[in-house]
């Protein structure tokens, strides 16, 4: 038996070896195959890695996809190209006998700048939070700065302040009172920086904001007003001389003052000054006594300058027939406090019409200028518009503007194409007697010929020097009252009333009219609410001021301000100044 089973064991264990034999064939043929493999591959490892170190971050990765280009900003639309040119009827030589040139003292036959005078849209003229002359800017469109509340529509009966003003009697015995025609204040807010070296008292100095009134009136001083409580913030400057026009302030920022008288006084003939408002300090007079002026007699400035930022200009008409271009040479050291001015290359020019006298159609201009491009459009005494190339010094166009034309024109980009907006007054024994009445038209004007696009008549009367027609500037509207203008008549339909009249721009119909008791010399104003919504500022010589809905002429509210208003106020986020002939200058707030 046990034979046998080791027999049988044996036997088995050959049949296990038998069916292992094909395996241990395959298994050394697969270690063969790895031997081969590794013999002809990197070899793995197997041990830690080494570090090294990478970019915090990581490189772009590449794909076929072409790297996408930032889409090109937009470019800012060209400014309209402005090339006027007269047509027959409003050829300079029609209306114009001569025009001379002078260049720091000596007449020329000709005249070319070395230094290009071109000015921009009315919104570049300052970028600044104030109003710096008057109308506002280069196109004379706007006396408000900022937005107001409208959500009472009326003028606040606690919110609001009076500074007293004086008198001043001339040489010849004529007292000046308050602030007259055409009187609109100028409003700056200071940065800190500037206040500092200011002769402002301390705590205007140290106030973190403040909007300062600069206030020239008929008086022979100028005021300086913190807006927002009517306080005082330095001394009055007194200069002697009565000051009818707004003057202006520097569109760069600079503390300077370009202010000029309007009638002579007991310190001399009327003049024009540059005042250093770091100190009030006079730095330059000029326009008296200029024997190149054909109205010598007679150096009023009523007319607010403007400066022309890139070529340090200042551009002033006179009441006595000249236009003065004169480079300033301004150094203005604002961390230092020092400020300075060397004026040079002195440029004027004259003109005389045809039927220019020294009794009638005077020669000079008292309204204050548009300026478009490189072309300064004004009105005169004589009843001529102007539009002068001030970089050669020759007459465009001229259009007949009838009379002694006091009010500015007002400049309108309509489709990128200008447009004037003018009218004039009734000087009395010109064209009509004083006892009756004359045609009053208020123009739109093509500035680039000088035509006439349309015109609205008025009848008005007059009386010896209290003109009727037009006296105060047109406002123009926007937003909400994009399609009106708004023009004050005097002395229509009878010799006390007055007329404001809201005309449509493109036809000249009347679109609204109010007639008012009392008669106005004032400009009204027009100002917006955060949503574009139009409102009216009107003041007259009856004493009122009235706020008016801009669309339909509706009086939202009215104020007795206690004088006679000539002058034309200033609106500063909804906060109104304007000075009366009663010798008090008003600030209130609209709510």
Known sequence: MPENKSANTKSGERSKILLLTPLLVLLIAALG?????????????????????????????????????????????????????????????????????????????????????????????ANLSGILTFRGNNFRDSASYGTVSLHDGKFSQTDKWSVSTGNLQAPDGVVWTGSGWVGQPLMMSWPKEVRANMNMYDWAKNADTLTEVIYATMDGSIYFIDLETGSKTRDNMYLGFTFKGAGALDPRGYPILYLGAGYQSNKGASRAFVINLLDCSVMYEFGHGDSFSLRSSVS????????????????????????????????????????????SDVIKWRYKGFRSSGSSYWLGMEDSPVIWRGHIIMA?????????????????????????????PVLELEDGHPYVYISTSFHGGWRAPTSGTANIPIWKIDAVTGEIVWQKDYDCYTQEGVSGGTQGTLAIGKNSLSDLIFVPVARTPGPGNGVL??????????????????????????????????????????????????????????????????????VYNGTVVVGTRSQTILGVKIV
């Open 501 to 570: 009249v809201a005309l449509n721009k493109q036809t000249g119909s009347v679109v609204w009219e109010i007639v008012t008791e009392a008669y106005s010399w004032s400009s009204p104003v027009t100002i917006y609410d955060n949503e574009g919504k139009g409102c009216l500022v009107f003041c007259t010589s009856g004493g009122y001021m009235y706020l008016i809905d801009g669309l339909t002429g509706t009086v939202m509210d009215s104020l007795n301000v206690g004088g006679n208003v000539e002058a034309s106020p200033a």
């Open 33 to 125: 195959f790895l031997v081969w493999k590794n013999a002809t591959t990197k070899p793995l490892i197997l041990s830690a890695p080494e570090y090294v170190d990478l970019p915090e971050t990581p490189p772009p990765l590449k794909t076929d996809t072409p790297e996408m280009e930032s889409p090109p900003l937009p470019e800012e639309p060209a400014l309209p190209e402005f090339n006027p040119q007269a047509v027959a009827s409003t050829e300079p030589s029609v209306l114009i006998s001569e025009a001379d040139i002078m260049v720091n003292g000596e007449v020329v036959e000709s005249y070319e700048t070395s230094e290009l005078i071109d000015f921009t849209l009315p919104e570049d003229y």
């Open 380 to 408: 005169d005494n004589g009843g001529h518009l102007m539009c002068l190339d001030l970089n050669t010094l020759q007459l465009k166009w001229v259009q007949d503007v009838l009379d002694d034309t006091n009010c500015t």
């Open 300 to 343: 009023f400035f009523d007319g607010s300058p403007l400066v022309d930022a890139a070529t340090d200009k200042l551009i002033y008409p006179g009441e006595n027939g000249v236009l003065y271009i004169i480079k300033l040479n301004t150094n203005y050291d604002a961390q230092g406090g020092l400020l300075s001015i060397a004026p």
